[in-house]
């Protein structure tokens, strides 16, 4: 078993409110899932996630637990399943909810300055990885 220390950072969102909401969410079991645009991997120069295993990080930067993850596919925004918005375990019960939530944060003024593009509008055809992945251990 690879040491914490040589595993990935798995950060989730920004430091702050959402991001501990969603590590809450993760260390209860409720997330199970997420997402991410294509063009964050394209504007950081890294290829898309492939199955491995990262360490979560908190909002403190303190590292909480293991994940693996299984599984990426890319699929238009449009395209995504209600089953995959329903893992992400923040309580959608639809398609349009995980959309709103998403553009809530992909269109915060703090994505698209990390993105570069303070005009940045997601459209049905923006490319979406979903991933899936299980707690493996809390730390």
């Known amino acids: 078993m690879s ?3 040589d595993l990935p950072r798995e950060e989730f969102a920004f430091p702050g409110p959402l991001r501990d909401t969603l590590v809450a969410a993760i260390l209860s079991g409720a997330k199970t899932s997420t997402s991410s645009l294509v063009r964050e991997y394209e504007h950081e120069g890294e290829p898309l996630p ?3 295993r990262g ?3 908190d909002s403190d930067g303190r590292p909480v637990a293991i994940l693996r993850y299984s599984d990426a ?3 238009r925004c449009g395209d995504v399943p209600l089953a995959h918005a329903i ?3 923040e309580g959608y019960t639809s398609v349009a909810e995980w959309r709103a ?7 915060s ?3 698209r300055a990390e993105l570069g593009d303070p005009d940045f509008r997601v459209t049905d ?3 979406v990885v979903l991933e899936r992945f299980v707690l493996e251990r809390v730390l």
Do not use: K, Q, R, Y
Not at 101 to 107: A, L, R, T, V
């Open 3 to 5: 040491a914490v220390a």
């Open 50 to 52: 492939e199955p491995h």
């Open 55 to 57: 360490v979560l990080i």
């Open 73 to 75: 596919v890319v699929v």
């Open 87 to 89: 893992t992400e375990g």
């Open 101 to 107: 939530g998403h553009e809530s944060f992909w269109h």
């Open 109 to 111: 003024a703090e994505f």
């Open 125 to 127: 055809d923006e490319l």
